[in-house]
């Protein structure tokens, strides 16, 4: 399969140097005044009071495309400015840049174009649509973060057997008594608690940049899709029993609230740097203490989008996460770079970010591969293969130190991921709803199947189907079963790995063999066709509902292909019919009117 690339956006060009820039600016000094109409307001966002503004030349910037003939060119960038955007493909970084900076760039080699409309996007305020009653105004699909919370507290309440709510800490506000402001970071914990044992667990943050406006919402849509689902499909229902799901929806909620007025923030709102701009805080995704500040991947400027913090986890927020995963999930990678974490380790991380349509694994602060990275390629190919992203290593990017994937692998060994969702930062409703949210529910879906082993399933085929003779039966009746297996699920791009072919399937009856509960013998499928030679195979089998109580049953169906891997496993619902005696002693079976229930 061709990986689909997102349309480019198409540029408008006002200028393209610095020397354009100055001639069609005019002037040095560039007065702005209010329009009466707040739609029409226009501020730059570094300046934060209802004062009409004045900004000089200087102090102004503009959002560009900086086109480079060289990668290294970008790992020197990255360290400086902060790139939004880094398009492979046509070789450009999109990044807001002041005159000092396209000065820098133009003189490092870089042709700078300035993009006019992402220019006027980033110094808009927003304003609330005709009728808008909820949401970020101008952006109805994504909840506030009021009503972000509100969303936890109320599935909380609807859902008390499957939902709990932890807070991990205190943004930085919160840690301030004075200011009498902040927020908790709250991690909204899904699993069936009635089923009490040791489970894997994946754990998906969001939004620690509060400017990108999608990951957040993608997070409670997730949620929500778990829990509507748990109970009517029987692979959610398979996941929120086995398995343990921790979203931390709004991992920086002071910033969050600066940027649902459409300020551009993206670093938490810590007042000791940069003191009183809105240039002040820590970028969170430099400050965590893995290789923090090492390689040239954040900047030690407090004002810079990059500061990585005046030590490793200084942040609150910072401190919170890494205190939650470090009590979550086991230390299994020693120190050594290339220690690898054993295959068996459990759990996944994710990190969802925006923009640019991409899957990063670690290491993000050098070129040099993990030792787990074949491993680490493989989901994260199969992860791309869902929402057609472009999977790759972080730091084929850019450099970045003192990251979120660095340390969750680089200290704890997990499976660790960062996703660049969507096309923009301000993401547009339409583009969420049509295609963000369908392409990445199915990849975080088969991201939380493989946390029993994630460095071992994604090797292993899919099931993508199981049709069932009859999805209820009286008990000692017998249900066929058709299902097709696929190895073939990769995102092509960044890996060799081909599709192998089927090599056995089987199923297990109401007990995956992982479970605590004692290991049920599995029943085997049989090739379609006679013979299991291809990398996708149809395979039928039977189940003999001897002996099976009234009730749902639940099957679990899973593949192996010719290399011995296992792939994870596709749940499916079936029905044995009460027994009830009737009025002159014959047993007929009662049918079921709801089979969801
Ligand atoms: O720079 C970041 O923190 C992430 N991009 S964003 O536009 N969301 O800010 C990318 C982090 C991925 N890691 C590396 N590129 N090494
Ligand atoms: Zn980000």
Request: aromatic share 10%; hydrophobic share 35%; glycine share 6%.
């Amino acid at each position: 399969m061709t990986p689909v690339r997102k349309p480019i956006r198409r540029l408008v060009i006002v200028g393209t140097s610095l020397l354009a820039l100055i001639l069609l600016t005019g002037f040095l000094e560039i007065t702005k005044s209010w329009a009466t109409n707040p739609a029409d307001q226009v501020s730059h966002h570094s300046t934060a009071n209802d004062e009409p503004t004045t900004q000089t030349t200087a102090e102004k910037s503009w959002v560009i495309r900086a086109y480079y003939s060289d990668p290294e060119m970008v790992v020197n960038l990255a360290g400086r400015i902060e790139p939004w955007e880094i398009n492979q493909e046509l070789g450009y970084a999109v990044l807001e840049a002041d005159l000092a900076e396209i000065q820098w760039l133009e003189v490092s080699g870089f042709q700078v174009v300035i993009d006019d409309q992402l220019t006027l996007l980033s110094s808009r305020d927003f304003s609330k649509l005709p009728g808008q009653s909820s949401g970020i105004p101008g952006y109805p699909c994504y909840r506030t973060l009021t009503e972000t919370f509100e969303t936890a507290n109320n599935l909380a309440d609807e859902y008390p057997e499957l939902v709990s709510l932890i807070d991990i800490g205190d943004s930085w506000e919160k840690t301030d008594s004075a200011l009498q402001a902040g927020h908790d970071l709250l991690v909204v914990k899904l699993t069936n608690a009635q089923r009490n044992q040791t489970k894997p667990k994946l754990f998906i943050m969001a939004s620690m940049h509060p400017r990108e406006l999608a990951p957040a919402e993608l997070s409670t849509r997730f949620a929500e899709y778990l829990l509507v689902n748990y109970n009517k499909n029987a692979d959610i229902t398979w996941l929120l029993d086995y398995n343990e799901i921790h979203l931390l929806q709004q991992a920086n909620p002071d910033g969050r609230l600066h940027a649902e007025t459409g300020q551009f923030w993206r670093k938490n709102t810590n007042n000791d740097y940069c003191t009183d701009t809105n240039n002040r805080g820590a970028d969170l995704n430099r400050n965590f203490s893995f290789q923090w500040g090492c390689c040239g991947g954040s900047s030690s400027n407090v004002c810079d989008e990059l500061y990585r913090g005046p030590n490793p986890s200084s942040e609150p927020e910072t401190l919170a996460i890494q205190t939650y995963l470090r009590s979550q999930y086991p230390d299994l990678r020693q120190e050594p770079l290339n220690a690898a974490a054993p295959i068996t380790t459990t759990g996944v991380f994710i990190d969802l970010h925006s923009y640019s349509g991409l899957i990063l694994w670690p290491w993000g602060f050098t070129t040099t591969l993990t030792s787990n990275s074949t491993a680490l390629e493989t989901l994260g190919r199969k992860l791309a293969f869902f929402n057609d992203y472009t999977p790759q290593q972080a730091m084929k990017l850019y450099p970045t130190d003192g990251s979120t994937i660095d340390f969750a692998y680089g200290e704890l060994g997990v499976a660790a991921y960062t996703f660049e969702i969507g096309t923009s930062f301000f993401q547009d409703c339409s583009t969420f709803e049509s295609a963000i949210v369908p392409d990445n529910i199915p990849a975080l879906i088969y991201a939380a199947k493989t946390i029993p082993a994630p460095y071992m399933l994604p090797y292993g085929p899919d099931v993508i189907t199981i049709t069932l003779s009859q999805t209820s039966t009286i008990q000692g009746g017998r249900i066929q079963i058709r299902a097709t297996l696929d190895d073939t699920r990769f995102m092509p791009e960044n890996g060799t790995l081909p599709g192998e072919s089927i090599n056995r399937a089987e199923l297990y009856l109401d007990n995956p063999p992982d479970s605590t509960q004692a290991s049920p013998i599995p029943v085997p499928l049989l090739p379609a066709d006679g013979e299991f030679d291809s990398a996708i195979e149809s395979a039928l089998g039977e189940i003999d509902t001897q002996g099976l109580s009234a009730g749902r049953h639940s099957l679990f169906l899973r593949g192996q292909d010719s290399n011995g891997n296992w792939g994870p496993f596709t749940a499916e619902f079936f029905y044995i019919e009460p027994i009830t005696l009737g009025s002159e002693g014959v047993f007929f079976p009662l049918l079921f009117s709801n089979h969801s229930s």
